[in-house]
């Protein structure tokens, strides 16, 4: 899998927007963006994921740049719960296999 | 709906010991996957187990092992084990086929010490 590269941490604060950068300048044409965090103490889940197209759902919104060499995740209001450590992961399986985790973004959310 | 399942908790062994950690998919998940968490390496992948076979299996030594089971649930074993395999192994399952993409789910983890 490509490779894809993350600040080691990003702080904000509660009830405004984060921008989390994410740079795959590697990235295939087939590859999927995909974003996964982890809260203490828990596995991984997933987040989001996309293709080419900006893509929104219930946790967050995705935005691919037009050359899709980088993507960023939007919290649209990050709560305390939003604390974690938020990977981005390029799928070129189509997507089947293993997934490749980095060491991800540290968000700390100031209250 | 069930999530992802693994047991046990916690798991205390020897040097030398072998290892066995169970691992149940969601309803209807015929993928699973294992990784490994150790201090400060992040997740790396393991294994990948699909419709009962092995389809791939990340940089890990043939004493990492596993199977999966006809209702699709799954077990790692760790053989001969040493100090340095003490971390949290996490379970996953995915239902890539019907979605059309890899979203994984992730259990709450086996945490193993290797005393």
């Known amino acids: 899998d490509a490779k894809t590269t993350q600040p080691n941490s990003m702080e904000s604060n509660e009830e405004e927007p984060v921008h989390l950068p994410c740079n795959h300048s590697t990235i295939s044409g087939t590859d999927y963006i995909h974003w996964y965090r982890q809260l203490p103490s828990q596995g991984p889940e997933y987040v989001i994921h996309g293709l080419t197209s900006n893509v929104n759902n219930r946790m967050a919104s995705l935005a691919i740049a037009e050359d899709r060499k980088s993507s960023t995740l939007i919290l649209h209001r990050a709560t305390l719960r939003d604390a974690a450590v938020y990977y981005c992961i390029l799928d070129s399986g189509g997507g089947a296999d293993g997934l490749t985790f980095g060491k991800g973004t540290h968000l700390i959310i100031q209250p | 709906e069930a999530g992802v399942t693994q047991s046990p908790t916690h798991l205390i062994k020897t040097r030398g010991q072998q290892a066995t950690l169970r691992c149940s998919p969601i309803?209807?998940?015929?993928?699973v996957y294992w990784y490994q968490q150790a201090l400060g390496l992040g997740l790396q992948f393991l294994l990948w187990?699909?419709?009962?076979?092995?389809?791939n299996r990340g940089n890990f030594p043939p004493r990492f092992s596993g199977r999966q089971f006809p209702n699709y649930s799954s077990e790692l074993n760790v053989n001969a084990l040493e100090l340095e395999d003490s971390a949290l192994y996490l379970c996953a399952s995915s239902d890539y086929r019907t979605l059309g993409y890899n979203e994984q789910f992730f259990g709450p983890g086996t945490r193993l010490t290797v005393l």
């Open positions: 309803s209807g998940h015929t993928s």
């Open positions: 187990y699909d419709e009962g076979e092995e389809r």
